[in-house]
């Protein structure tokens, strides 16, 4: 049997490998998190947190270096490595409100970060919150891990994590306590291929698979593209009631799942029409999903990527929103399953341990046919409290890629549902029309299904 000489001994995952690469000036392949706070939590506090909770995870403790032979980097100790120097404490500038602190999140999602230590930073931001609240930024990048194994690292900073109710399942103990999962990455990587011929294999039929599937047409030309730059913007939508959505998604017999994505279609024709573009009836628009691949139970302590791609054509162009629900319900039957997550995470984990060349070839078979990338994750059902201080809301950005220029994140925390929106400014100068856009729609929606139970 043959033996990846890249597998194991430190050496980078190759599905992890493959999102690394995928790290450009127009894109960064870094989760962005915000954390907002109802009080301030002092600086001294969230270091001595970090220091306790963050650095259990080897990730957070090492760098990755460029071997010799200039194949796959490997995760080695960084020996000037100091928690203090990944947390940044700054002020926001008069009068220090959502306009401000959107800014100065744009702007730090401009930056790549520091590759000679760590992959992760974050700001502690004073003036963000409501009242005398703060709020905590964080960037951790995608080679690092995906953003399931970033919420059991996150909601590991709660003052009691093991009394977490989550719609996804059970957090698993922090590494070092009783119960924590193991620690070998190779035995729990998906898929288990035997030998790296039969993974270059498996990823190239997957990789045939996942192109035969996806759309032949590029995407039509509409104010949600455009050629991407170096700059980021950001905005969010006012936080809806939880139960109100659900009740809308029942009354229109579909999931809660459903009901969102038919409303980010209806968000998306309002702005198009705003910008004075027509909207044909049978305009659809392709979107990303991450569908997650290994039960956040069990995740480990060395992190890493589980997940594949689906895609969704939404239904831009219908106006009824029961007719819009159908047609998602349509078009998520195979993504439900994971069918097609489980072939891009094959042809993922394929192209990460070949060349970079051969990555960058079939990369191109994407660019022009996405035009937004959607993460929906429910999250906790009841507030935090990390170091004594609840956290009122939690709004996060998963990375885009190529030139898909529009990434929105939909969370639930504690019983509210927020929209998040990311966009390149050259694709969508004003975030906030977005945001407004999917406020319209929400209520438009909610209104709706109060008048009609």
């Known amino acids: 049997m043959m033996i990846d000489p890249f597998d194991g001994d430190g050496y980078l995952p190759s599905n992890d490998n493959a999102w690394l690469r995928m790290d450009d000036r127009t894109n960064r392949m870094i989760v962005t998190g915000v954390l907002i706070f109802d009080d301030r939590v002092p600086y001294d506090d969230l270091v001595d947190r970090f220091d306790d909770r963050l650095t259990r995870f080897d990730r957070f403790r090492q760098r990755l270096v460029e071997p010799w032979h200039g194949m796959r980097p490997r995760w080695e100790e960084d020996p000037l490595f100091e928690v203090e120097n990944h947390v940044t404490h700054v002020a ?11 800014g100065f999140v744009g702007d730090v999602m401009d930056d790549d970060l520091d590759h000679g230590r760590p992959l992760w930073q974050t700001w502690l931001v004073e003036g963000a919150g409501d009242g005398d609240g703060n709020a905590l930024v964080v960037r951790i990048h995608h080679a690092l891990a995906d953003g399931f194994a970033l919420l059991y690292v996150l909601f590991g900073l709660a003052d009691n994590p093991d009394e977490i109710e989550l719609p996804i399942g059970e957090l698993p103990p922090l590494p070092g306590e009783e119960g924590a999962n193991g620690t070998d990455d190779t035995d729990s990587r998906l898929p288990d291929a035997s030998s790296p011929l039969e993974r270059l294999s498996r ?35 006012r936080t809806f009631g939880l139960d109100d959505v659900k009740s809308a998604a029942h009354s229109h017999d579909g999931t809660l799942n459903d009901l969102l994505m038919a409303v980010t279609a209806g968000a998306f024709r309002r702005y198009t029409e705003e910008r004075d573009t027509e909207v044909p009836q049978d305009l659809e ?20 990527n589980y997940f594949g791609l689906g895609f969704i054509d939404l239904p831009v162009g219908v106006r009824d929103i029961r007719r819009r629900v159908r047609a998602v319900q349509d078009r998520t039957g195979v993504l439900k399953q994971g069918t097609e997550a489980r072939m891009t995470y094959s042809a993922l984990d394929a192209v990460g341990a070949m060349p970079d060349s051969v990555q960058d070839v079939a990369s191109t078979a994407f660019r022009g046919r996405v035009t937004a990338a959607i993460t929906n994750v429910p999250g906790p059902l009841e507030p935090l409290e990390i170091a004594g201080t609840e956290v009122d809301d939690i709004i996060f950005w998963a990375p885009t890629t190529e030139d898909i220029g529009i990434g929105l994140s939909i969370f639930s925390y504690g019983g509210r549902v927020r929209i998040g929106v990311a966009v390149n400014e050259n694709v969508v100068p004003e975030p906030d029309a977005l945001a407004d856009a999917f406020e319209e729609e929400m209520e438009e929606v909610l209104a709706s299904t109060a008048a009609n139970p």
């Open 92 to 102: 926001l500038p008069e009068p220090q409100g959502d306009e401000e602190f959107q």
């Open 203 to 237: 990823g190239a039929k997957a990789a045939g698979s996942v192109l035969s599937s996806f759309p032949l047409s590029r995407e039509p030309e509409t104010p949600l593209r455009g050629r991407l730059t170096a700059s980021k913007r950001v905005s969010w939508t």
């Open 285 to 304: 628009l392709t979107t990303a999903m991450p569908v997650n691949l290994k039960p956040l139970a069990d995740r480990d302590e060395q992190l890493g």
